[in-house]
């Protein structure tokens, strides 16, 4: 899922995945909310920093089993910091992992 917010956390964008994985928050009606009121507790704080002083976040988490990883990074808009995009992605229990030599 991708979620796609400007400097102050205001939601842009989200794509189908995302808005189905937030029905229960409102879904689509989050986009012009801001992002922070998604994110509980320390994630709240974190993101918070993110759009502060932003930077590449990765990391991964699992609930209920479900490992996902979760990338934050900032976009620009003609060369200038527009926000951040989060895409999470569930990562499979079986998965092939290739290591390429140069």
Not at 5 to 22: E, K, Q, S, T
Not at 29 to 44: E, F, M, T
Not at 51 to 71: A, D, F, M, S
Request: charged share 25%.
């Amino acid at each position: 899922m991708v979620s796609v917010c400007d400097p102050d956390g205001v939601i842009l964008a989200m794509n189908d995945a995302a808005i189905r994985a937030f029905e229960k928050r409102g879904g689509a009606k989050l986009i012009g909310q801001n992002a922070l009121d998604c994110h509980p507790g320390r994630s709240r704080e974190e993101f918070a920093e993110l759009l502060r002083h932003p930077r590449v976040n990765v990391y991964t988490t699992e609930k209920n089993g479900v490992h996902k990883i979760v990338y934050q990074c900032p976009w620009h808009r003609d060369g200038q910091y527009a926000g951040l995009m989060e895409i999470v992605a569930e990562i499979p229990a079986k998965m092939p992992h290739f290591v390429r030599q140069p």
